[in-house]
C-alpha cells in the first residue's frame, strides 16, 4: 500500500513532463515547422531535462512523430443513425478542424519533411490512413443498414470527401463557405449511393 | 546594325544566367526545401555573382517565387471535342505530373512556407489558382457547346477533380492508379452533368 501511494505522485510527474514536452514540441512545429524543432530547444522551453525527453523518445524523430499524432485530427465517430447525418457531423467537424490555428499550420511541414524521409513518409502515410477510421466506421454502418451498396469502396470516398476541402485549405487557399462544404457533401451522399 | 550584333551575345549571355540561376534555385528547393534556399548558396552553386543574382531578383522571396512558378505544373488546354476527352487528357496529364519527381516533392515546402508567411500564401494561392486555367477553360467550353448545365459552378468542379488526387499524393500517400484515377474523372463527369 505504501509503496502503492509513493508511486502515484511519480507516475503523475511522468505524465505532465511528458505532456509539457509533447505541448512544447507541438508549438514549436506550429511557429517554425519540423526544422526549428531540437531536443535542445525543446529541454529549454520545456524545462524538462534532455536526458528526460530521452528516456522517452529515444530519437528527434520519436519525438516528432508523437507529437504530430497528438496534434492531429483525432475525430470521434458519429451514430445519428443515418449516413447523411453521421457524414455531416464529421464534415463540418473536420472543416472546424481546417479552420482552427494549430493543426493546419504544422501539417504542410510534416508533409514536406515525408517528401524527404522515407520513414516519415510511412508514419505520416499511416497517420493519415488511421484518422480516416471514424468515415470507414461511419460508411460501413451505412452499408450494414443498407443505405449505401455494399460495392461503395470505402477510401475513394473517403477522398472524395477529403481532397477536395484539403485542396481549399492547403492549395488553392479558397474560402471553405457553406456552400462549398455542403456541395461536397452532397456530392459524397450521390456518389455513395451509385 | 553593328550595336544590335554585339547586344545578342549579351542579351543571350543575361538569359542563360537567369536559367542557370532559376535551375539551381529549383534544384535546392526540391532537394532541401525552403530553408536551404539562401541567395549564397545559389550564387555559390551556379557559378552566378550574388550582384548579378540580386540584380534580376531584389529579394529571396523573388527568387524562390519565380522559381516555383517554373517549377509548378503548366498544363496546356487540351481541346479534343468533347468534355470527357478534355478532362481525361488534363487528369491523365497532371497525375503523371503527381508522379513524377521534382514538382510533387517540392510544392509542401511551398505551403509549409505560405502558412508562416502572408504574402507567400497570397502567391502560392494566385498560382494554385492559375493552374487551373485550363480546367476552367475546358468547362466554359462544355458548358458553351450544351455538354454541361451553365448553373455548374467551375471552381468547386476542379477542387472535386484535383481534390481526391491531391489526397492520394501527400496525405494519405495511397497509390493513384488507374482505378483511382478513372473514378474521380467519372465522379466530375456525373457531378458536372446535374
Not at 94 to 105: F, N, T
Not at 120 to 133: D, M
Not at 135 to 145: C, D, G, P, S, T
Request: overall charge negative.
Amino acid at each position: 500500500m505504501e509503496s502503492q501511494e509513493r508511486l502515484k505522485p511519480q507516475d503523475e510527474r511522468v505524465r505532465r513532463s511528458k505532456e509539457t514536452v509533447l505541448k512544447v514540441t507541438s508549438e514549436l512545429l506550429a511557429e517554425t515547422g519540423l526544422s526549428g524543432v531540437s531536443v535542445d530547444e525543446v529541454s529549454r522551453r520545456s524545462g524538462v531535462a534532455k536526458t528526460t525527453i530521452y528516456r522517452h523518445w529515444p530519437t528527434r524523430s520519436d519525438l516528432v512523430i508523437d507529437a504530430c499524432s497528438q496534434l492531429s485530427t483525432s475525430q470521434s465517430t458519429p451514430d445519428r443513425g443515418s449516413f447523411r447525418e453521421d457524414i455531416t457531423v464529421l464534415t463540418k467537424d473536420i472543416v472546424k478542424l481546417l479552420q482552427s490555428a494549430r493543426w493546419p499550420s504544422v501539417l504542410p511541414s510534416i508533409i514536406d519533411a515525408a517528401e524527404h524521409d522515407p520513414d516519415l513518409a510511412q508514419i505520416h502515410s499511416g497517420i493519415q490512413v488511421g484518422h480516416t477510421k471514424p468515415y470507414l466506421e461511419v460508411i460501413a454502418r451505412a452499408v450494414e443498414r443498407g443505405e449505401i451498396p455494399s460495392t461503395v469502396e470505402p477510401s475513394p470516398l473517403v477522398a472524395t470527401l477529403l481532397g477536395p476541402l484539403f485542396y481549399r485549405r492547403w492549395f488553392s487557399r479558397e474560402p471553405l463557405d457553406d456552400q462549398f462544404v455542403n456541395g461536397v457533401i452532397e456530392q459524397v451522399l450521390s456518389i455513395a449511393k451509385k
